[in-house]
């Protein structure tokens, strides 16, 4: 029989939250053994189906009464909310797992930033912070053909409105958003400077939102230091994420349509100009999927020294 390991939810509400109960739910060992929200306290879970009584527990602006069965605690809440927490959280148990999908951690040197497709695994640190969506696409993107790059790349993407998060904003607003595409963070988006901290420095990116409700386009444009053609690159491409069954590369031009509600990223285009150097990528994933959720339990599944995969549904 499968040993069964306890997990601890923070932030259950939001949409990603809804995406990890429904992946524990599945996973063969990983049990929900507790979720905290401030809204939601005391209402039942009803995307987990291994214990239909569960329900929400209450959430203080900085602690919570955790059980000490729970061995890892993810923390899905917003940007600068996680902070809040992490001093209560060492105090209740120095030896507990923490996946922080927020951004609040991701240039913190204590914690090991993890994408897994590409992260060298170096040990097995008890604090991980989880990539952003934009900044996983534009990483695939760019990883494999770096010692091949000169210059800046510039990637241009999409997102659908779940990615500005549950809470009303001009970001998720249908009103503002029906026929239209709204650009935001021109110049400064923080998913920009992951990308310069953790796989290119000179990397520029700007983000727009759609209306449409999830999913990812990015597109992105190399300088190569030689001429190259597109069924190069794709090699690349092919030999680099060979065994890493959620990204898929593809000749076509991936569309969002295609990844919603699909674990796996996918890498296509590869178009080259005339003169072999100018380089064109299209990546495309689920925000919160690929982009949060399926991540964290893909870096749960490592903390805990299981296969990547596991309790992964991506055929």
Not at 75 to 89: H, K, P, Q, R, S
Not at 245 to 250: D, Q, R
């Amino acid at each position: 029989m499968n040993k069964v390991i306890d997990i601890g939810l923070i932030g259950g509400r939001g949409y990603v939250g809804k995406e990890l109960v429904r992946l524990i739910d599945k996973h063969p060992i990983f049990n929900l053994k507790q979720a905290f929200s401030r809204s939601q306290a005391g209402s039942l879970i009803s995307e987990y189906t291994k214990n239909l009584n569960l329900k929400y527990l209450p959430l203080s602006n900085n602690s919570f009464e955790l059980d000490s069965s729970v061995q890892a605690l993810i923390l899905a809440l917003g940007n600068g909310d996680a902070a809040n927490y992490m001093e209560y959280i060492s105090k209740l148990n120095q030896e507990i797992i923490v996946i922080d999908i927020s951004s609040d951690n991701r240039f913190n040197q204590d914690w090991l930033y993890r994408l897994p497709e590409i992260t060298k695994n170096s040990g097995h640190s008890k604090l991980l912070s989880n990539p952003g969506c934009y900044a996983t696409a534009i990483q695939l993107s760019i990883e494999p053909i770096k010692n091949l790059l000169v210059g800046k790349t510039s990637s241009f993407g999409i997102s659908g409105y779940s990615g500005a998060g549950s809470k009303p904003n001009d970001k998720n607003d249908k009103n503002i958003l029906r026929e239209n595409i709204y650009p935001y963070s021109l110049a400064d988006h923080l998913h920009q400077e992951e990308v310069r901290a953790h796989c290119y420095k000179k990397s520029s990116f700007t983000p727009h939102v759609a209306d449409f409700f999830r999913g990812i386009s990015m597109t992105t444009h190399i300088k190569l230091k030689e001429p190259s053609d597109s069924s190069q690159i794709l090699r690349v491409f092919k030999d680099f994420y060979e065994n890493k069954p959620l990204v898929k590369i593809t000749e076509s031009i991936p569309l969002v349509a295609d990844n919603v509600m699909q674990h796996h990223a996918s890498i296509g285009g590869f178009d080259i100009d005339d003169s072999g150097l100018n380089l064109v990528i299209c990546c495309t994933l689920d925000n919160l999927l690929k982009g949060a959720a399926t991540q964290c339990i893909q870096n749960l599944n490592y903390s805990f020294q299981l296969n990547e995969e596991a309790g992964i549904n991506y055929e």
